[in-house]
């Protein structure tokens, strides 16, 4: 059972590292192309935030944002891993910061062709999350191994 866990681990957190790989070769001085994608989405996102709630978002540049994704990425899938629920919590972090922003198919008439496309990639992140849940549930609810405990010798006199 050990090695299928460490190979169901490796299986999904390699979506994660593979995406950081290729963002971070492709980064350049500007956030490269995902910065070019996440600028109009992250404003119409920023604008949206700031109107219904009525709260001022700081100005952070794109490229930073991107930067921290591809850390979240690559840092969440090396130490998910090795079986860490911190892995798993960062790339939780990763995808409720980023899927509502990247996938926005609430923004488009259903009708568009770009609300299928984004849908789907929506739901596949969804479910990307969903597995992180129960790997966490699994994670907690099942008991630590506890070493053998070794009945005391008895002493000789």
Known sequence: ??????????????IFLL???LEFNEFGSDGGPKAQALRPKYNV?????????GVEVPKVEIKHIVAANIALKGIGGLLFILNSSLGASLLIIQLVLTVPILYDFY????EKPE?????????????????LLFY?????STPKRQGKKRAPKPKTH
Do not use: C, E, P, W
């Not at 059972?1 to 390699?14: Q, T």
């Not at 923004?107 to 259903?110: G, H, Q, V």
């Not at 609300?115 to 597995?131: C, I, P, S, Y």
């Open 45 to 53: 996102f920023i604008r949206h935030v700031t109107t219904t709630l």
């Open 136 to 140: 966490l549930g699994m994670k907690n």
């Open 115 to 131: 609300f299928a496309q984004l849908f789907v990639d929506f739901t596949r992140n969804l479910a990307l999350f969903g597995a």
């Open 107 to 110: 923004n488009y008439d259903i």
């Open 1 to 14: 059972m050990g090695f299928i866990s460490f190979a169901g681990r490796v299986l999904l957190a390699s």
């Open 19 to 21: 995406s950081a790989y």
